[in-house]
């Protein structure tokens, strides 16, 4: 299965798509693409000899419309949205319909929507006073969490005293959770079934 991953900044879940020692022989990162003309996450890629685009209208960067053939080009399978911070234009989500699919650092539909990314969403639960938290991956639709979900993991967080812990502890579920999504997908064992998605 080939993938593009969408990236804006650290990048521990591109590094974790492409440690995966199951995947090796599954998923090939055929890009890494960011809205930011350079990010942690691109050195990752450069380290595994990924080649790297920035998007946007700026110069030294491509656009969305010199995105689609590109990703035509790489044949593409799935785009990954791993830490991607904008919203998806509608043309490429209609052309890779339950084709894109995101990991979001909370139990969606809770902790989910526009400005509920990264630190803020560890705050929000953490003074939601929430006993459990975990990661979500789910396909992506044309509003920022809103789309269908694909697999969750929860983690107690009965016991913190901070958001960082909670960073912590959900990064680490993160990590396990995408590639095994991941996983299920090349192998064909995503379908949808009566607009619930089974992963089997
Ligand atoms: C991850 O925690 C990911 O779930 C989150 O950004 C972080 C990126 O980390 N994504 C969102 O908040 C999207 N709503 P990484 O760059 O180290 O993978």
Request: proline share 4%.
């Amino acid at each position: 299965m080939n993938i593009a991953v969408f990236v804006s900044g650290r990048g521990s879940n591109l590094k974790a798509i492409l440690t995966s020692e199951e995947l090796k022989q599954l998923v090939e990162v055929k890009a890494v693409i960011s809205d930011k003309i350079s990010c942690p996450a691109f050195q990752i890629a450069e380290n595994f000899s990924i080649p790297t685009y920035s998007i946007g209208d700026k110069a030294g960067r491509i656009n969305y419309e010199e995105l689609i053939p590109l990703l035509l080009d790489l044949k593409i399978d799935l785009i990954v949205l791993a830490g991607f911070l904008k919203l998806i234009p509608h043309e490429l989500i209609d052309l890779f319909r339950n084709r894109i699919i995101n990991i979001h650092p909370a139990l969606l539909p809770s902790f989910g929507g526009k400005g509920l990314y990264g630190s803020n969403v560890h705050k929000a639960v953490f003074e939601s006073s929430a006993k459990v938290s975990g990661a979500t991956v789910h396909f992506v639709d044309y509003t920022y969490d809103t789309g269908n979900i694909i697999a969750q993991k929860c983690v107690d967080i009965s016991d913190v005293n901070s958001s960082e812990e909670i960073v912590e502890r959900v990064i680490k579920i993160e990590h396990e959770l995408l590639p095994y999504v991941l996983k299920k997908f090349a192998l064909g064992k995503v379908n949808i079934v009566d607009k619930r998605v089974v992963v089997h």
